[in-house]
């Protein structure tokens, strides 16, 4: 965190630790606790929703797993608050796994229909299970006590305040850890993170069991806060509206998920109170005005883009006056306000103003390290030399009918750099993801280093030394070039959960040293000075030296460039080939997938040509060059 960030959610704190002194009102102060209530189990949702870019509406389904926990062990055996307080979160976390199982085989409007049915059975099970939950007729929870003393509805509050602020510190080490960065190159690319040696299927499951682990602490803390529940609590209306908040509120925050858990709270007692509504769609019409205006003089938005929100908040806040009672429009604007917020805020409120206020690139101080980084690529080559380091024998690849690779036998010189090459639609691209494990082949055999690939995981073979980049770019777009990098680096950490939660010196240490790494190998391939900036934003050309920087960051012994020279310009060009070269004498094996001749001609050591999924020649780059059939298969037409 920057330091004024720091400086805003201390005063936040202590604004809230101190409300109960101000606001001399318990259905005040049960309001805001209810809000940092939500805004735990946001946090938790945000992981998901915002870093892992999963759609979870299984998420009141949770925090009634959470609730129910916390309840029947109150009442079935008189626990204590500890003992409930990790129960709840231990508990609910099985849940958060079993709810992470569909998700590894569906995404989109699938997974919201599949998570959105979990949720729904277990408020059926909760309703049905009447010997363990009292089924409709609830549970009742007095407040919990510490130490033989029974707390207070401040004394409640101020727990409450304390866990959230708890929640909100360790949620963010972990979303500035390895951990944060793995969700979120799940949503940047999950081929890629795979290929990084991130598995997809492992951070998926870590992602939802720790998001449900705090819907669980805020289940249980609601329990507490109301002291009665009941399943028809928790049910599609809230799972909807947990998902809202995190939208509206804005994703990838820590603020946004508490505005937005001040948004669920208020909104609805808002809509009830007619003065009160007219108030606040006045001041949003004149926030919306003023906000419109800057966006326009900094040329962040044109007039065009800003009318229709300016003239709709207009609108309201005149309906707002023309209404003479609210109580039959309430449903009707809620919904056109969150429709209003999807549509427009699609980054949230507090995105929005990030977008506003802090627009320019971040950069990095990026000096470091460079020398150290190149020894460290040699040391992970070195000690090994001579033979194959990839032998395919047989290889087929079938998709329905197609052979995209037809028996195809593959050597690969270790310390080579060995040009793969043939006209388009030739099976380059496939013997790529057959080699990384996106497909299984058909039939045949692949030893890399002496291993057997075939029907191992992508995040398996990359982790055995096989690095790649893509033929059409799959970086982590709203990552930073240096966090991309530090994907790469995933290997590099040994710190587990804890560690990352305590900020244990063990994380630290890897984490500086995964800095200084990346920024290495940021000016490696001359990205240095752009490690702050988001991977989206790059140009192409330097996107495609992002994705080498993020693949030597593995430490591979082989490493896979498909057409890594495709959309640069010449000089760019030039500067590929020295980076290139410098891969290989550091002691890393290259395959190079390249249209451009002139690059293949000058740095392979020996290219292969595949034609129609067949290799149809081998050899010296000058000799397959001048080879018939390769004329042939370029050209369309026998040599003269
Ligand atoms: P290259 O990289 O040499 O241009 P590719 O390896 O991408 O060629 O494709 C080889 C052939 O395999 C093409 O005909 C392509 O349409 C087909 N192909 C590649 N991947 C798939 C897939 N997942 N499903 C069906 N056909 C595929
Ligand atoms: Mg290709």
């Given at each position: 965190m920057t330091r004024s960030n720091i400086l805003f959610a201390l005063i936040g704190l202590v604004l809230l630790a101190t409300a109960p002194f101000y606001l001399h009102n318990s259905y005040y102060i049960h309001m805001i606790g209810t809000i940092m209530i939500y805004a735990i189990l946001l946090f938790g949702l945000d992981i998901v929703v915002g870093y892992t870019g999963q759609v979870s509406l299984g998420h009141a389904g949770l925090f009634g797993v959470g609730s129910y926990t916390a309840g029947v062990l109150f009442f079935k055996l008189g626990a204590p608050l500890w003992v409930i307080l990790i129960a709840s979160v231990g508990v609910t976390a099985i849940f958060g796994a079993i709810l992470a199982l569909p998700a590894l085989r569906v995404t989109g409007p699938y997974l919201a229909m599949v998570t959105l049915a979990f949720g729904t059975i277990v408020q059926i099970l909760i309703n049905e299970m009447t010997f363990l939950t009292e089924g409709p007729l609830g549970i009742k929870v007095p407040k919990p006590a510490i130490f033989g003393m029974k707390f207070t509805e401040d004394g409640f509050y101020w727990l409450v305040l304390a866990l959230m602020a708890l929640s909100a510190l360790v949620v963010d080490r972990i979303l500035r850890s390895q951990l944060g960065r793995a969700f979120e190159a799940l949503r940047g690319s999950p081929v890629a993170s795979d290929c990084m040696g991130v598995s997809v299927y492992r951070y998926k499951v870590y992602a939802f069991v720790v998001s449900a682990g705090f819907a669980g602490l805020a289940g249980c803390l609601y329990a507490y806060s109301e002291q009665y529940i009941s399943p028809n609590t928790y049910n599609f209306e809230l799972t909807v509206l947990f998902l809202l908040a995190v939208i509206m509120g804005g994703r990838k925050s820590r603020l946004g998920s508490l505005l937005g858990a001040a948004i669920i709270v208020i909104l609805p007692k808002l809509l009830d109170d007619l003065a009160l509504f007219r108030s606040v769609a006045t001041t949003l019409a004149v926030l919306?005005?003023?906000?419109?205006?800057?966006?326009?003089?900094?040329?962040?938005?044109?007039?065009?883009?800003?009318?229709?929100?300016?003239?709709?908040?207009?609108?309201?806040?005149?309906?707002?006056?023309?209404?003479?009672?609210?109580?039959?429009?309430?449903?009707?604007?809620?919904?056109?306000?969150?429709?209003?917020?999807?549509?427009?805020?699609?980054?949230?409120?507090?995105?929005?103003?990030?977008?506003?206020?802090?627009?320019?690139?971040?950069?990095?101080?990026?000096?470091?390290?460079?020398?150290?980084q190149l020894d460290a690529l040699s040391q992970a080559a070195a000690g090994r030399s001579g033979g194959d380091v990839l032998v395919a024998q047989g290889v087929l690849m079938q998709f329905g009918g197609l052979k995209a690779l037809n028996m195809v036998d593959l050597r690969i010189k270790r310390g080579s750099i060995h040009g793969l090459i043939g006209p388009n639609g030739s099976g380059k691209s496939t013997m790529m993801n057959v080699l990384t494990g996106i497909y299984v082949p058909t039939a045949g055999s692949i030893a890399f280093d002496g291993d057997s690939v075939v029907g191992r995981t992508s995040s398996d073979i990359a982790l055995s030394g096989i690095a790649r980049t893509f033929q059409n770019v799959q970086l982590f777009g709203e990552m930073t070039a240096l966090q991309n990098v530090q994907v790469g680096l995933h290997h590099t950490f040994d710190s587990n959960f804890v560690d990352v939660a305590l900020n244990s010196s063990r994380y630290q240490r890897e984490n500086d040293a995964s800095v200084q790494r990346g920024l290495g190998l940021l000016h490696f391939v001359g990205l240095g000075e752009l490690a702050g900036e988001e991977a989206r934003n790059l140009?192409?050309?330097?996107?495609?030296?992002?994705?080498?920087?993020?693949?030597?960051?593995?430490?591979?012994?082989?490493?896979?460039?498909?057409?890594?020279?495709?959309?640069?310009?010449?000089?760019?060009?030039?500067?590929?080939?020295?980076?290139?070269?410098?891969?290989?004498?550091?002691?890393?094996?290259?395959?190079?997938?390249?249209?451009?001749?002139?690059?293949?001609?000058?740095?392979?050591?020996?290219?292969?040509?595949?034609d129609f999924g067949q290799k149809i020649a081998e050899g010296k780059p000058a000799a397959v060059q001048a080879d018939e059939k390769v004329i042939e298969a370029y050209l369309g037409a026998p040599a003269a």
């Amino acid at each position: 965190m920057t330091r004024s960030n720091i400086l805003f959610a201390l005063i936040g704190l202590v604004l809230l630790a101190t409300a109960p002194f101000y606001l001399h009102n318990s259905y005040y102060i049960h309001m805001i606790g209810t809000i940092m209530i939500y805004a735990i189990l946001l946090f938790g949702l945000d992981i998901v929703v915002g870093y892992t870019g999963q759609v979870s509406l299984g998420h009141a389904g949770l925090f009634g797993v959470g609730s129910y926990t916390a309840g029947v062990l109150f009442f079935k055996l008189g626990a204590p608050l500890w003992v409930i307080l990790i129960a709840s979160v231990g508990v609910t976390a099985i849940f958060g796994a079993i709810l992470a199982l569909p998700a590894l085989r569906v995404t989109g409007p699938y997974l919201a229909m599949v998570t959105l049915a979990f949720g729904t059975i277990v408020q059926i099970l909760i309703n049905e299970m009447t010997f363990l939950t009292e089924g409709p007729l609830g549970i009742k929870v007095p407040k919990p006590a510490i130490f033989g003393m029974k707390f207070t509805e401040d004394g409640f509050y101020w727990l409450v305040l304390a866990l959230m602020a708890l929640s909100a510190l360790v949620v963010d080490r972990i979303l500035r850890s390895q951990l944060g960065r793995a969700f979120e190159a799940l949503r940047g690319s999950p081929v890629a993170s795979d290929c990084m040696g991130v598995s997809v299927y492992r951070y998926k499951v870590y992602a939802f069991v720790v998001s449900a682990g705090f819907a669980g602490l805020a289940g249980c803390l609601y329990a507490y806060s109301e002291q009665y529940i009941s399943p028809n609590t928790y049910n599609f209306e809230l799972t909807v509206l947990f998902l809202l908040a995190v939208i509206m509120g804005g994703r990838k925050s820590r603020l946004g998920s508490l505005l937005g858990a001040a948004i669920i709270v208020i909104l609805p007692k808002l809509l009830d109170d007619l003065a009160l509504f007219r108030s606040v769609a006045t001041t949003l019409a004149v926030l919306m005005a003023v906000g419109a205006a800057i966006a326009i003089s900094k040329h962040i938005s044109t007039p065009r883009k800003m009318a229709i929100p300016v003239i709709g908040t207009a609108a309201l806040a005149a309906f707002s006056f023309w209404l003479t009672s609210i109580t039959d429009w309430r449903l009707s604007i809620f919904g056109l306000m969150i429709l209003f917020v999807v549509y427009y805020l699609q980054d949230g409120i507090v995105g929005f103003f990030r977008n506003l206020l802090f627009r320019k690139a971040r950069s990095v101080d990026a000096d470091a390290a460079f020398d150290t980084q190149l020894d460290a690529l040699s040391q992970a080559a070195a000690g090994r030399s001579g033979g194959d380091v990839l032998v395919a024998q047989g290889v087929l690849m079938q998709f329905g009918g197609l052979k995209a690779l037809n028996m195809v036998d593959l050597r690969i010189k270790r310390g080579s750099i060995h040009g793969l090459i043939g006209p388009n639609g030739s099976g380059k691209s496939t013997m790529m993801n057959v080699l990384t494990g996106i497909y299984v082949p058909t039939a045949g055999s692949i030893a890399f280093d002496g291993d057997s690939v075939v029907g191992r995981t992508s995040s398996d073979i990359a982790l055995s030394g096989i690095a790649r980049t893509f033929q059409n770019v799959q970086l982590f777009g709203e990552m930073t070039a240096l966090q991309n990098v530090q994907v790469g680096l995933h290997h590099t950490f040994d710190s587990n959960f804890v560690d990352v939660a305590l900020n244990s010196s063990r994380y630290q240490r890897e984490n500086d040293a995964s800095v200084q790494r990346g920024l290495g190998l940021l000016h490696f391939v001359g990205l240095g000075e752009l490690a702050g900036e988001e991977a989206r934003n790059l140009p192409y050309g330097k996107q495609r030296l992002l994705e080498i920087a993020r693949a030597l960051a593995l430490d591979p012994q082989l490493l896979l460039l498909d057409e890594p020279a495709a959309g640069l310009t010449a000089p760019d060009i030039k500067e590929l080939i020295t980076i290139i070269r410098k891969i290989r004498d550091h002691g890393i094996t290259v395959i190079l997938i390249e249209h451009h001749m002139d690059v293949v001609m000058s740095i392979c050591d020996e290219v292969t040509v595949l034609d129609f999924g067949q290799k149809i020649a081998e050899g010296k780059p000058a000799a397959v060059q001048a080879d018939e059939k390769v004329i042939e298969a370029y050209l369309g037409a026998p040599a003269a």
